[in-house]
């Protein structure tokens, strides 16, 4: 990305209104509805073959758990530093009670977290391992889930409590990964709010109306039906997926190659990626994306900027491994290093 370019010219004109956005982050009053889903890394040294069959046997060193799927875009809100409320669902669980534990200890409201007897808590444990003096490589994944929807009662207590919330917060993330808690009555009380952002893998229609939609390359070209292999084809699909969503804004966010907005009135705006050479985990950026642009819209940014601040916190959380945050400095620093650069 050259600064010079109209983006480059565009971004130094507005990088004092970033500023500002930034310094507001902690004002923002924000709702996530989500897939609420924990994340657990095991690691251990490989001690030899197991007798009882042929698998390793890994002497336990460390576990390490952290929110994943909706959770982490609640968790990247509040290290964000804004006000956030959580409406989902967790089993009657150690792994349930460990991730309303660590939303508690980073200041998220979580009276909206009910408990599914019937469902565990989306769990993914990575199972990681070492011989000495070797890189820690992942053994295997063991997920646990389940495939049945919540009971009907729940799925309207949830609803319920979404709209007992709407008019104490200033925007509502839906952040759907399939696992259930999205559920009609669910989307449809998340709606009612003037400014919703969608973050989901599949079915966008059923947040027809949305404000703003941030899918990523792959669930673009799904919503759409088509592959998106050139800048005729972005275009093209970002107008179809606004007529699709009839959303107000189209983000889609395309790696490396940036992110493209399009709006109703037929403009698009080409936001150049940040980083492209220190990418060494993309895991959870996206929730990183929608974390920083809900707050940007909340501190009463454009989705210009907003988006370019999403971009920013982005590039950032790729340089590390695994699922991470950002902060507001960082990213006052990664601004200022990049307009000075």
């Known amino acids: 990305m050259v600064l010079d370019s109209p983006f480059g010219a565009r971004l130094h004109s507005s990088a004092n209104r970033c500023f500002e956005l930034l310094q507001d982050f902690s004002k923002a009053k924000v709702l996530v509805v989500g897939d609420l889903t924990l994340d657990e890394f095991l690691t251990g040294q490989v001690e030899r073959l197991s007798r009882e069959a042929p698998v390793l046997i890994i002497r336990h060193e460390t576990t390490k758990q952290v929110p994943g799927g909706g959770a982490n875009t609640i968790y990247n809100l509040a290290k ?55 890189v820690t490589q992942q053994v295997v994944r063991v997920d646990r889930k389940s495939d049945e929807l919540p009971s009907e009662t729940l799925r309207s207590q949830l609803a319920e409590y979404i709209r007992q919330q709407l008019p104490t917060v200033d925007l509502v993330v839906c952040s759907d990964y ?57 275009s093209r699909a970002g107008r179809d997926l606004l007529e699709l969503t009839q959303a107000e804004y189209i983000l889609v966010t395309r790696g490396e190659e940036g992110m493209s907005l399009f709006d109703r009135s037929g403009k698009e705006d080409s936001i150049p990626a940040f980083n492209k050479t220190d990418v060494f985990d993309v895991t959870g950026a996206g929730d990183t994306v929608v974390a920083a642009i809900a707050l940007a819209l909340c501190a009463g940014g454009s989705f210009w900027e907003a988006a370019v601040l ?32």
């Open 310 to 341: 999403g971009n920013l916190a982005a590039s950032i959380v790729v340089r590390q491994f695994g699922t991470s945050t950002t902060n507001p400095e960082e990213m006052k620093e990664a601004l200022n290093a990049f307009l000075n650069d």
């Open 80 to 134: 964000l530093g804004a006000r956030v409320k959580v409406a989902g669902f967790t089993g009657k669980d150690d792994q349930g009670k460990a991730l309303v534990g660590i939303f508690e200890e980073a200041g998220v409201d979580t009276a909206g977290i009910l408990i599914d007897p019937e469902r565990p808590t989306v769990t993914k444990t990575r199972i990681s391992a070492h011989a000495r003096q070797s």
């Open 178 to 234: 399939g696992d259930g808690t999205l559920t009609r009555p669910v989307i449809e009380a998340a709606l009612e709010h003037d400014l919703t952002i969608v973050d989901a893998q599949k079915d966008l229609q059923r947040y027809s109306g949305a404000t703003l939609f941030t899918p990523n390359l792959p669930e673009a070209e799904l919503a759409a039906g088509y592959k998106i292999a050139n800048a005729q084809s972005l």
